[in-house]
């Protein structure tokens, strides 16, 4: 049994080797050269798109879905090919943040892969300034770890990352479901505002603030229990009211569009 | 829910003319806000710092916050409970 496994590994590591020696270019033009390729899958699937457009405004057919499928998926088992073959290795590193930035809207194995490749970058590579391309990633850990290894991670990456950016990040990330979850009256819930206010002070993120001073702003001023202001308005016939009009019923408040 | 201490207030996001047409199309009965009519600085979810829609919100009697999201299954039995406990007329329906 041991042997069989031992044999598996073997095969595996010799056929990765193999595959990589048939490719003597460096690992930043091999990516430059699968760009390219992504670059012009994209132009001709625009194009392709745009055309159909114009014969269905013309009367024709209407599109079928598969022409909105992403020109990216064929590049996903590529990308991840590549970043297989150098891991461990800074030269990972770029094919690892294509997959995050590219892969992770998608379904299935290609969305499997760009976890996968993100929770490579915070873990193996924690302490590449890349990581500032992962932003919101690295500020949502607990959407690819549990919340248990999700603070780990994030503990290790506001240690040891050189970049204040992906710190500020990932102290977001391990403050976040304090912020969102504890009775703001507690004291976990003051410390934690508290903690992520005072890193926000220190850098110029400005997305990150606004986000989290919002959803501040929301935990203290709309949680369950709490009395959000008085609406006045006008109803759809232009004629104006208040909502508090209605204190003492139990009021059902759709907040509803025709879409 | 009729004749019970309850109202179902809605706040649209539509311009005026598709709201009241959604209104005539889909026979909706119950009183709405425009979420931001002309002249008015701020819109109604901005206040309410909603981003996201459908959203539905459920206030108790004292006009307290009791259920902010949009699962319309859940708000409605927050509602049916909180009617329930206000007219003392909790049903075995009425628990469901």
């Known amino acids: 049994m041991q042997f069989k496994i031992l044999l598996t590994l073997l095969t595996s590591l010799l056929v990765s080797q193999a595959s990589r020696a048939q490719d003597t270019r460096s690992a930043d033009d091999r990516y430059q050269a699968l760009v390219a390729e992504v670059d012009v899958a994209n132009e001709q699937w625009n194009a392709r798109v745009a055309e159909l457009r114009a014969a269905e405004k013309r009367g024709g057919d209407p599109i079928p879905a598969e022409a909105f499928q992403s020109p990216l998926i064929p590049f996903v088992p590529r990308f991840d090919a590549i970043a297989h073959e150098y891991a461990g290795t800074p030269d990972a590193i770029p094919f690892l943040t294509w997959l995050a930035q590219n892969a992770l809207p998608m379904v299935g194995a290609e969305r499997k892969a760009a976890k996968d490749a993100v929770r490579t970058l915070v873990t193996?590579?924690?302490?590449?300034?890349?990581?500032?391309?992962?932003?919101?990633?690295?500020?949502?850990?607990?959407?690819?770890?549990d919340e248990q290894q999700a603070m780990k991670v994030g503990l290790q990456l506001e240690k040891e990352s050189p970049s204040p950016k992906v710190r500020a990040y990932a102290t977001f990330s391990r403050v976040s479901a304090t912020i969102n979850k504890a009775p703001v009256d507690s004291e976990t819930f003051r410390s934690a505002k508290s903690e992520i206010l005072t890193v926000l002070d220190g850098i110029e993120i400005p997305d990150l603030a606004s986000a989290v001073k919002t959803r501040i702003k929301m935990r203290e001023n709309f949680s369950l229990g709490m009395t959000p202001p008085d609406i006045k308005g006008l109803d759809l016939d232009g004629k104006s009211f208040a909502l508090s009009d209605y204190k003492g019923k139990v009021l059902f408040i759709d907040f509803w569009g025709d879409w | 829910m009729q004749n019970r201490p309850f109202a179902?207030?809605?706040?649209?996001?539509?311009?005026?003319?598709?709201?009241?047409?959604?209104?005539?199309?889909?026979?909706?009965?119950?009183?709405?806000?425009?979420?931001?009519p002309e002249g008015r600085t701020t819109s109604i979810s901005d206040d309410w710092l909603l981003y996201s829609w459908p959203t539905i919100v459920v206030l108790d009697a004292d006009f307290k916050v009791r259920y902010r999201g949009s699962d319309c299954d859940e708000a409605t039995a927050i509602t049916r409970k909180l009617v329930s406990q206000l007219d003392g007329k909790t049903t075995e329906a009425d628990g469901q």
């Open chain 1, 124 to 145: 193996t590579h924690r302490t590449s300034p890349r990581l500032e391309d992962l932003e919101w990633m690295v500020g949502r850990l607990d959407y690819f770890y």
């Open chain 2, 8 to 36: 179902l207030i809605g706040v649209n996001s539509d311009d005026l003319d598709r709201a009241q047409a959604a209104v005539r199309e889909n026979n909706i009965n119950w009183r709405s806000f425009q979420n931001q």
